[in-house]
């Protein structure tokens, strides 16, 4: 996408949030993504083995992968909050399979779900689109 076509999308607010520089967190503060992000930002800590190996796999899986990116669409179905409060607005995304589907149209390689609410959908829907759940 290039910068006229966000611009565009941007509309009134474009020039202020396209040129805006941060004075408040000094830039040798911020990690920044990239193809080594895991080696660099998880490894130096108490990871244990098996995570640093998750989260590789994580980073380098979809249609972001070895970018040091991930896109994930978090879900939260009666732990903190009420499904009815969530999606009263949109009752079809109380079935696990439209939510999948919406990460799909979004473009978006993970899927969080509940375990038990994944399950049944995984194999079909997710699996064959490389989205994970």
């Known amino acids: 996408m290039g910068k006229i076509k966000i611009e565009e999308l941007l509309g009134s607010e474009a020039e202020n949030l396209l040129s805006h520089q941060c004075k408040t967190i000094p830039s040798n503060q911020i990690h920044l993504p990239g193809p080594d992000f895991v080696e660099r930002i998880f ?3 108490n990871r244990n083995p098996q995570t640093l190996r998750s989260l590789q796999w994580l980073f380098n899986t979809g249609r972001l992968a070895g970018t040091g ?3 994930i669409l978090p879900i939260d179905q009666g732990i903190e909050h009420s499904a009815g409060a969530s999606f009263a607005k949109n009752p079809i995304y109380f079935d696990p399979e439209n ?5 799909l149209e979004g473009g978006l390689q993970w899927c969080g779900h509940h375990f038990w609410r994944a399950g049944a959908h995984v194999k079909k829907i997710c699996a064959p689109h490389s989205v994970y759940c």
């Not at 939510?99 to 990460?103: K, N, P, Y």
């Open 43 to 45: 490894v130096p800590s």
């Open 69 to 71: 990116y991930l896109s």
């Open 99 to 103: 939510i999948v589907q919406l990460a």
